[in-house]
DNA sequence: AAGCCGGGGCC
DNA sequence: GGCCCAGGCTT
């Protein structure tokens, strides 16, 4: 393993906080915002998303909660709704916890010791370190998809970084290099120098004040650094959802009710919303007499055949799975005893409930159609 | 240590 | 189609 000396790695910070001071030009609303809260609430929406896409999110969350006390006395299904399209909902759910946590354990004061900030639900190693250093100047190294990829390159690195020992060894490097008097511009610098300069595809060797120190670079490495070790495995999956629709009940409800619950916990798109949902493994071959067999058997209700009606497939590529659609609008003449009677709802209800993306087209086409 | 969790942009 | 993105939680 190549051990770089204290040379190296004072001219590797010094460069880079020059770097950000003459070169730099990125902007970012929360750039040089010390509120706690507000660090908090970008880091988390910023987890695993482009700036670019959390950008509107975080506009959103300051607009409609603009202290952590609004967060954490909030409809927990309206911020779900603030946090629809953005997906990792888990990311949402412990914000929601977290904020009542701060609320009222920490009478509304983000705490300001990293072991403290680490121990909160949503916050791990890299997010308690940002925090740290953003909002309190204190000297936690940040390690990010950017700080792995700078550093991997720069002094030539090929452990995976997907490994533990890559995990310790990238952590390590990252401290020697952090800057002890001025942690958040290092910070900062060091993610601003991987999103823009040292990029996954087609980074800016030509101009980067860097290159000739740069060990990649030297040994024409840059396109295979960092590596990694494993290989994520893509599951299918075949779920048709039926858009079970009530007529209007009488002449002072105009709406047409549709079914709609809660995904299940332990599976994706927790605390989303959908219809009612049919799993199969393997592309099912439904025919309108056998789609109409089953929500007889599993709602134990009677339909006729005309009142089902197929619409469109589609299907949505996710990180680890693809989820293929399958979707019947079924015409029902009362509420089917099996289920439950809190989960109808008109369209302009259904307006305010977070939906995966996979379903809101749906929806959408569904509101035209009314 | 490995698996899982979304959606979008880029190649 | 594959990889990556201001990662973290669960098992």
């Known amino acids: 393993m190549p051990t770089s000396n204290a040379k190296v790695i004072a001219l590797f910070t010094s460069r880079l906080l020059q770097?950000?001071?003459?070169?730099?030009?990125?902007?970012?609303?929360?750039?040089?915002?010390?509120?706690?809260?507000?660090?908090?609430?970008?880091?988390?929406?910023?987890q695993q998303t482009r700036v670019e896409q959390g950008l509107a999110y975080y506009e959103k969350f300051i607009l409609h909660y603009p202290r952590i006390q609004?967060?954490?006395?909030?409809?927990?299904?309206?911020?779900?709704?603030?946090?629809?399209?953005?997906?990792?909902?888990?990311?949402?759910?412990?914000?929601?916890?977290?904020?009542?946590?701060?609320?009222?354990?920490?009478?509304?004061?983000?705490?300001?010791?990293?072991?403290?900030?680490?121990?909160?639900?949503?916050?791990?190693?890299?997010?308690?370190?940002?925090?740290?250093?953003?909002?309190?100047?204190?000297?936690?190294?940040?390690?990010?998809?950017?700080?792995?990829?700078?550093?991997?390159?720069?002094?030539?690195?090929?452990?995976?970084?997907?490994?533990?020992?890559?995990?310790?060894?990238?952590?390590g490097l990252a401290e020697k290099t952090l800057s002890k008097t001025e942690p958040a511009a290092y910070n900062q610098a060091i993610m601003d120098f991987g999103a823009t300069v040292c990029k996954p595809a087609q980074?800016?060797?030509?101009?980067?004040?860097?290159?000739?120190?740069?060990?990649?670079?030297?040994?024409?490495?840059?396109?295979?650094?960092?590596?990694?070790?494993?290989?994520?495995?893509?599951?299918?999956?075949?779920?048709?959802?039926?858009?079970?629709?009530?007529p209007a009940q009488n002449k002072n409800s105009a709406n047409t009710l549709f079914y709609v619950q809660k995904r299940p916990a332990g599976d994706i798109w927790e605390n989303l919303h959908e219809f009612y949902p049919v799993e199969s493994p393997a592309s099912p071959d439904w025919t309108i007499d056998s789609i109409q067999e089953l929500i007889e058997n599993q709602l134990d209700i009677k339909l006729s055949s005309k009142d089902i009606q197929r619409l469109p497939c589609s299907a949505q590529q996710l990180t680890h799975q693809k989820i293929h659609g399958y979707f019947y609008r079924v015409k029902l003449t009362k509420k089917p005893p099996l289920l439950a009677s809190h989960n109808w709802h008109s369209l302009q209800q259904m307006d305010q409930l977070a939906f995966p993306k996979l379903l809101k087209i749906l929806q959408t086409n569904l509101l035209e159609k009314q």
Request: glycine share 6%.
């Open 19 to 46: 770097w950000h001071r003459e070169l730099n030009r990125r902007q970012m609303p929360w750039k040089g915002e010390k509120d706690p809260y507000k660090i908090w609430l970008s880091e988390i929406i910023l």
């Open 70 to 171: 609004d967060l954490a006395a909030a409809d927990p299904d309206q911020v779900f709704k603030d946090w629809e399209g953005l997906g990792y909902y888990s990311r949402c759910k412990n914000l929601l916890h977290t904020a009542k946590v701060i609320s009222q354990d920490y009478q509304g004061i983000f705490p300001s010791q990293y072991e403290q900030i680490l121990a909160l639900k949503g916050i791990g190693p890299y997010t308690a370190a940002a925090i740290s250093a953003f909002a309190f100047n204190q000297p936690y190294a940040v390690l990010d998809g950017n700080v792995f990829r700078v550093l991997a390159r720069f002094f030539g690195i090929d452990t995976p970084i997907d490994s533990a020992n890559g995990k310790l060894q990238f952590q």
């Open 203 to 246: 980074p800016l060797c030509g101009s980067c004040v860097m290159q000739d120190s740069c060990v990649a670079k030297r040994t024409a490495r840059v396109m295979t650094l960092p590596k990694k070790e494993k290989t994520l495995q893509k599951k299918t999956r075949h779920i048709t959802w039926l858009i079970l629709e009530l």
